[in-house]
Structure formats: C-alpha cells, structure tokens
C-alpha cells in the first residue's frame, strides 16, 4: 500500500463529496460524484482490492452515474433547460472535475507502473475470494438482498402508479373507484403525471 | 453448540439451514405470491382475498416460528443467523403483530380506499426484515434486514396517498430513516476496522482478547445512534410524532411494534454481546433512557391529537424498555423482552382502536372526537381504555408487570436515580392516557350519531390484543419464564466462544478450493 497515494486518494474523495452537495448545479455536482467514487476505487486498488475498484467504477461511476446524469439533463425539457445545457460547455463546469479525475488517472497510471505496490497490502484479494465469500458464507446476505430489491420495487411501483384511463372504461373505473387517484381530475396528456403531482 | 468439521466443510446450504429461516421462507413466499394474486386477480374483487392470503402468510409464520422452537437451537447458513429462544421469542412477536395487523387492515383498505395488493405485499416483505433482523448474528446481514424493514415502513407510510400529511410522513420518514441507516452502517465499517470481523461473536472475542480501541468505541456509538433512531429514543425521536400523524393507522401499528421488537432485539444482542468486555456502557444508555422518558411523557402532555399522543408515549415507553438495557443482562435482557411483548399487544390494540374510529380520511383523531365516546361506541371505548390503562401500567394489564420487571431489574443493578427518573415519568404519564378516558366517559359528545359498527376483521384484531394484554397482566409468569430460559441460551457474557467465525470457515473454504485446483 502506497501511503502518498492513499493519501492523495482519501483527500481527492472528501474534498470531491464536499462539493458534490455545495454545488449549485446538478450536473455540476454528479461530476464531482463521479470524480469521488473513482477517487474512492483508487483507493480500493491502493488497499489491494482491484476486483473491488474495478466493481466500484463499472457499477457507480459507470452506470449508477451516467443514469443519473441522463436523467437530469432530460429532465428539464424546455427553452430555459437548453440555455442551462449550453452553459454545461462552459469550461468553468467542467474544468474542476477534469483537473481531479487529472490527478486520480497520473496516481493510477503511477500505481500501475510500479507495479509492486501490492507487497505492502496486508494481501490481495482476488476475484475467486469474493465469490467464494459471496457464495458460501454470506449466500443468506445475497439472496436475502433479492428480497430487499424486491419490497424497494413494490414500493417505486407503488409511488410512481396512477389509474390508467382508457376512454371505453372509464366509467367503469369510476363507478368502483378503489384507487387512491380515482376521481382526482384527468391524466395530463403525454406527461404522465396526474395533475397536482409534485 | 460449537459446530462439527462436517459443518465447516458445507459447501451448498443443509436442510437444517433452511429451518432457521423458515419464518422469512414463509413470509417471502406469501408476500410474492399477494403480488402475483394482484396481478392476476379483477381489482375490484381481490382485496379481501388478498387480505385472506397474506393473513394465512402471517398465520403460516407463526407456525414455522413454532415449528422452530421445536427443532434444536443452532446457527444456521455459515454462521450468520442464529435460532434460539431468545430469537424465537422475537420471530413470535414480529408474526403476531403482522397477522393481527393485517386483521385490522381488512376494512379499513376500503374505507379509505386503498390498493391492497402492495399493501399486503410491503408489510408482508417488512416482516421478512424484521424477522431475520431478529435472528441474525451477522452486521452485514443484520444491515440489509433493516434496511428491507425500513423501506418497507417507508412506503407504508405514505399509502394514503390522497392525503398529504401521509405524504409528508412518509418523506421525512424515509430522509431522516436512509440518515439513520447510514450512521449504523458506518458503525458497522468502523468496527469492522477495529476488530477485522462482522460477526457479533468474533467481535466481542476480539474487544475481551485486548485494549478496546477509540475506534471500536465509536463504531458502537454510531450503531446505537442508527438503531436508537429506529426504536424512536430521545435524541433522535424528532421524526416520531410527524410521521405517526400522517401514517395510516394500522400502518402505525405495525412499525410502532414489529419493527421496534426487531431492533430491539438487535440492540441486545449487539449490546450485551459486543459490549460486554466495557463495564462503562451504563451511563449513554442512562442519558438516552432518561432523556426519551421525560422528552416523551412531557411533550405528550399538551397533545390534542390522539396519534401525536401515543407517538410520544411511544417514545417514552422506549425510555423504559432502555432502562432495561442499562440493567445486567442476566434481569434486563427477560425485562426488555417481556416490556416489547406487552407493548407490542396493547400498541396495536389503540392504534387498531384509533383506525376504526378514524373513519374515512382519518377524520377523527383529536381528543374533541374522543368526547363522549363511551356513550356512542361503549365496546369501541372499554376496549381503547384496557390498552390506555395498560400503557400506565395498572395492574392486572401487561404494562404493570413490564414496567415492574424494567424497574425492579434496574434496582437489581443499583440503578436507583434512573427507576425514580422512571417512576415520576410513569405517574406524569398517568395524567395523558387518564385525560383521554375522561374525555370518552365524562366529556358530552361533540355529535350524537353511533360509530359505525366494529367490522369483523378489526373486531378479532381487538379481541387478540385484549386478550394478550390483559393475559400478559394477569399470567405473566410462562412469557417471563421463556424470556428468562432465553438468556440462558444467549452466548454468556464473558465467555469464550469456540465457534469460528464467519472468516475463519472463509479462509478454510478458500484452501480447501485450493487443494481442488491443485489435483
């Protein structure tokens, strides 16, 4: 373990998740997400687990992020959200992120270069370990985290549910309205909110 | 108790394992198969049916928990959950509570015009959390079972969707909640630092081998705060009343109780096994004991609505259940588990009160419709005066004997300043629970039209409770006996454990799969 590099790392993350909910600008800030979890995986790897930076890069900076990142910059449809997004462009958005992603890659690169840094880990951890964790003596933990994704699931469905409205049935619905939305005014067209939805 | 060679050697799951988690087998099982019913199912006929099938889920984990008193105590899946007593006595409590919920929720779904079928299907999943957050002798195990518990309170809260005071609930609930979780999780990584392992036995092993570390310290600070905050104790009780008010009613019954009773169960594991090598534990769970009861029972003093009433007393009976804690374990550990049961029972028995009287839109909760219920629902307010008189404490309802189990095992431990702090708080909180039944007897009612009748489904809710509770008051001593005959299955305090533990099986396994590439 490269104490410098773990260092570099650790002040990286902080500083990167202070500004992650100082900044203003949402997208603005989940670059700075991102910056902080990578710096985070660098010191997965510094520590001697790389499957477990590799993991934290594919899963978080890769594709929790970028979802993220999608979603908010898709949100805000309109003539205001297109002066926002060319404003993303600006160099001073991005030029804080850039510079340190910058320094994680040069720490990275360095790391990878000397190439023995993992003598000084207590041991590496390799890939083979964490699945046999995973599948022997925490398998209750995994499958018991299908149970957890499953009651998060109802409940997203639960909140994100609303009568749906075919004109034939309509009054069918309405005769025996079960649904908390019942009678509560018209589906927006192409919106796919009630109205009065926050 | 210690495990054979064959065991360690396990590489698939034993038929002995999956006995130790048949309740949350069962409860799973019946959760997706409410789901699935929903789907399948003409919505305007399925509700009740729905009802049905998760009651029988609920009445099916009773018998699985049942089942397991009768099979040999032991660990189970590598170590990570254990069955005992002590862990069947919680697995009871939590299935109860979720069968005679469900029984409240039969019609108070169509009064207020709820989707059943993700109704059932959350509470049924929250179960499943609670239950195994009860068994589980593992912190990351531990963490996912309160986190599937918590996201399935979160939801519930907020079903009432029409109403935003429900919305709100459910929000702040769900902020503050995700806040709590992540202070336990941090603990846990922080102790997980200190001792180089997430199982409550090794843990405690590792802290009586050598010089307790700052570290580990705080990690046990950061999971009393995380799990201080799911049982509502006092400085982390401000989410409490707002969230109670706005949640349905029954919804406040289950995760005033089932929920708790988990937690709770943790709690002693995590505290009387992790923290046996301090002797100095005493005074933060004195503070916080002190604190909820008085925070509590005074707040709820000025109180005019009813469900913001019992939120507070709910905390302040937190502050008793903690008086326990700081108590030996060998009087505290039966008391706090007689205390959860008998509030678990008069708990849901109000709050199933509280839901029928509501009426549509929860309408009615302030103590102005209270006025002169005796003379419009006679049944409706004998059976809400059994579970007030019960939450004083009188005798002959379980919460006499709770609170005099909690007191007199906190004199046992020479506790005399937190018992006075206890006993003024119980007679302050006389004067609250008191002032709603003269409000129901004395006060002239606001509106002479009879409540409507108690329905069948809540009707047998109330009836369980009454009997529980005042069983409970009158034969405590075959409830109070299993919770004694518990502790003496829980790991002494003190005692070296010859188990290994989880990474100890680990390692072994990964030579093992060593020695098969090799050949």
Redesign the interface.
């Known amino acids: 373990m490269n104490v410098i590099a773990f260092y570099i790392a650790a002040a990286i993350a902080v500083l990167t998740t202070v500004l992650v909910i100082t900044r203003k600008n949402a997208v603005q800030a989940l670059l700075y997400l991102a910056v902080s979890l990578i710096s985070v995986a660098v010191i997965f790897y510094d520590l001697g687990a790389p499957f477990m930076a590799a993991l934290e890069v594919i899963i978080y900076a890769g594709s929790i992020i970028v979802l993220f990142i999608f979603v908010v910059m898709m949100l805000n449809l309109g003539k205001r959200a297109t002066e926002a997004e060319s404003k993303l462009l600006h160099a001073r958005m991005w030029i804080g992120p850039i510079i340190l992603a910058g320094i994680l890659i040069a720490e990275l690169a360095y790391l990878l270069a000397q190439g023995n840094t993992r003598v000084g880990a207590a041991h590496v951890i390799p890939p083979r370990d964490v699945g046999l964790a995973l599948y022997r003596p925490y398998l209750l933990g995994v499958e018991i985290s299908s149970m957890l994704l499953m009651g998060a699931l109802v409940g997203a469905y639960h909140l994100g549910w609303h009568k749906q409205r075919k004109p034939e049935t309509q009054d069918a619905n309405r005769e025996h309205a079960t649904s908390p939305d019942a009678g509560r005014g018209p589906v927006r067209t192409g919106s796919g909110r009630t109205v009065g939805a926050p | 108790m210690a495990t054979s060679l064959n065991d360690m050697m396990q590489?698939v799951?034993q038929w002995s394992d999956y006995i130790r988690?048949l309740p949350?087998i069962v409860l799973?099982l019946f959760?997706?198969a409410v789901?699935m019913l929903d789907a399948v199912m003409d919505?305007?006929k399925s509700?009740k049916a729905l009802g049905a099938v998760a009651l029988i889920g609920a009445f099916g984990a009773i018998g699985a928990t049942l089942y397991q008193a009768q099979y040999p105590f032991g660990y189970?899946?590598?170590?990570?959950?254990r069955v005992d007593a002590f862990s069947i006595f919680f697995h009871f409590i939590v299935a109860a509570v979720t069968a005679v919920v469900i029984l409240a929720s039969f019609e108070y779904m169509?009064v207020q015009?709820?989707?059943a079928g993700?109704y059932y299907?959350?509470i049924l999943?929250?179960a499943?959390?609670m239950s195994?957050m009860s068994s589980a002798v593992?912190l990351?195990?531990i963490f996912?079972?309160l986190?599937?518990s918590s996201?399935?309170t979160?939801?519930l809260a907020?079903?009432?969707?029409?109403s935003a005071t429900s919305s709100e609930s459910s929000l702040k609930y769900f902020l503050l909640g995700s806040f709590a979780t992540a202070f336990f999780l941090y603990g846990v990584a922080l102790m997980f630092g200190a001792t180089g392992s997430t199982s409550i036995f090794a843990i405690s092993r590792s802290l009586e081998s050598g010089n307790i570390s700052l570290l580990a310290y705080a990690g046990l600070a950061f999971m009393f705060v995380g799990l201080g905050f799911k049982v509502a104790a006092a400085p982390f009780h401000v989410w409490t009343p707002d969230v109670y008010e706005g949640a349905p009613s029954p919804v406040v019954a289950f995760m005033s109780t089932a929920p708790k009773a988990a937690v709770f169960a943790v709690l002693l594991r995590v505290i009387f096994e992790i923290n046996s090598p301090v002797p100095t534990r005493m005074w933060l769970i004195w503070i916080v004991a002190a604190l909820s009861m008085t925070i509590g029972n005074i707040a709820a003093l000025v109180q005019n609505n009813v469900k913001r009433l019992l939120a507070y007393s709910s905390i302040a009976h937190a502050g008793y259940i903690l008086v326990a804690f700081a108590a030996l374990p060998s009087s505290g550990i039966p008391a706090a588990m007689f205390y959860t049961a008998a509030y678990a029972a008069m708990n849901v028995g109000a709050f199933a009160v509280i839901s029928h009287f509501g009426g549509e839109g929860e309408r009615y909760v302030t103590m102005e419709d209270y006025a002169g219920l005796g003379k419009r629902s006679p049944l409706l307010a004998v059976t809400l005066t059994i579970f007030l008189l019960s939450l004083i404490g009188i005798p002959a309802t379980g919460g006499f004997f709770a609170k005099f189990y909690v007191f007199s095992a906190a004199l046992q431990a020479n506790l005399v300043g937190l018992v006075i702090i206890g006993v003024l708080n119980s007679a302050i909180g006389a004067y609250y629970y008191l002032r709603i039944i003269v409000a129901m007897y004395m006060h002239e009612p606001k509106q002479e039209a009879p409540v409507a009748p108690i329905p069948m489904g809540a009707g047998l809710a109330l009836a369980i409770s009454v009997v529980v509770t005042i069983y409970l008051g009158v034969i405590p001593g075959r409830v109070l006996n299993y919770a004694q005959q518990s502790v003496s299955e829980l790991t002494p305090v003190g005692q070296v454990v010859s188990l290994q533990a989880?990474?100890a099986?680990?390692a072994r396994?990964?030579t093992n799969?060593k020695k098969a590439l090799a050949h």
Do not use: D, N
Not at chain 2, 76 to 81: L, S, Y
């Open positions: 590489t799951p988690i949350e799973s959760g997706m789901m919505e305007s509700q189970g899946f590598w170590e990570m959950v169509e015009r709820i989707r993700e299907g959350l999943f929250g499943v959390g195994l593992e990351v195990l996912i079972a986190e599937i996201i399935a979160y939801i907020g079903f009432r969707r029409r989880p990474h099986v680990e396994m990964a799969v």
